[in-house]
């Protein structure tokens, strides 16, 4: 599906990844989804594929993790084609749990606003890794100065436009925890390398920074646990104490489950107490997009919302927030 809910051709998922996505953060990844989209031997093994996992990087990812040559399309697409039980499986096995902790810096601005402390719960929370927004050090546009642990080795920087509330401090957390479908554990060697393979080729700032935040994490290990977003969010969110503010958020999540579960999801999550920030592509949440004008044809970008009312766009990978004029309060 595209922002709009047509349907796309596995190609031009291909083609609209290299376009949408990879252009300007991987050249890599644009070459290899170009030549993916153009190549019907490829392509047709991936149709043999539910079309959820047909998605471009699912596929880079099981291939990274197997040892593919990524730098040559020619060689990667006849690699695709040797390789194809080993990857098909591997893709069949795994999930596009991309856990990146930059995101933090551009959910940073809403969660500071709400009444501290905070009880985080996320939905989607693969290693748990952006369950530490208080453990992070960021800066924010041209300012030098950063904000939150001196000590800590993960460092966020976070271009900004339009009014962005720049937080001055962390928020103050006091209780943590994730759901996934398949929780990922930091303390688990392979499950680590399956996260280090979801990160582009050229991004070896993303690659140190999750290597980083694994260490914190392990440090502390996240309260993770294996369910459904729709059956098993609510008792979670019910063991949350009663003293903290519940935010429950998610980044990149929704687009992974049909819009009928999206808009149960939202039910469910409104009837919660405490507040609920979504960060999610554009199109993905329609009701909270409604009336914002989008570039269906540029970049990729998220959506950022508190309570179902957006207040920015932001980077998919956590390096931009553009805040929303006349968006309201996020108090």
């Known amino acids: 599906m595209d922002g709009h809910g047509e349907r796309m051709t596995t190609a ?33 093994l991936l149709d043999e594929l ?8 699912l596929l880079f990812a099981a291939a990274q993790y197997l040892g593919a040559p990524v730098g040559v399309p020619a060689d990667f697409l006849d690699w695709v084609a040797r390789s194809w039980s080993p990857l098909s499986t591997t893709m069949m096995q795994r999930r596009t749990q991309t856990n990146e902790p930059a995101r933090c810096a551009t959910l940073l601005p809403v969660l500071t606003r709400l009444p501290q402390p905070l009880a985080l719960l996320e939905v989607g929370a693969s290693a748990g890794l952006c369950l530490y927004p208080d453990a992070f050090r960021y800066r924010y546009g041209d300012d030098p100065h950063f904000l939150g642990p001196a000590s800590s080795p993960v460092r966020l920087t976070c271009a900004v436009s339009g009014h962005v509330p720049i937080p001055t401090a962390v928020p103050t957390v006091t209780w943590r925890a994730g759901l996934d479908v398949n929780p990922l554990r930091v303390d688990d060697d392979d499950d680590v390398r399956w996260l280090d393979a979801l990160i582009w080729p050229e991004q070896r700032q993303r690659r140190e920074r999750l290597q980083a935040a694994v260490q914190i994490a392990r440090a502390d290990p996240p309260h993770l646990v294996k369910g459904n977003l729709l059956t098993d969010l609510p008792a979670l969110a019910a063991q949350a104490p009663g003293d903290a503010t519940l935010v429950v958020f998610h980044s990149a999540v929704l687009s ?9 999801f939202m039910d469910v999550v409104r009837r919660l107490r405490g507040h609920w920030i979504s960060n999610e592509g554009v199109g993905v949440l329609p009701e909270v997009g409604a009336g914002i004008a989008t570039d269906s044809a540029g970049p990729a970008r998220f959506l950022l919302a508190l309570d179902g009312e957006a207040v920015a766009f932001t980077g998919p990978h956590g390096q931009e927030i553009e805040w929303l004029a006349l968006c309201g309060s996020a108090g």
């Open 50 to 57: 539910p079309e959820q996992k047909r998605q471009p990087n």
């Open 256 to 264: 992974y489950v049909s819009p009928d579960t999206r808009s149960a």
């Open 12 to 44: 031009q998922r291909y083609r609209a990844f290299a376009a949408r996505e990879a252009r300007g953060h991987s050249p890599r990844y644009e070459a290899l989804a170009l030549a993916v989209g153009a190549d019907k031997r490829v392509l047709a």
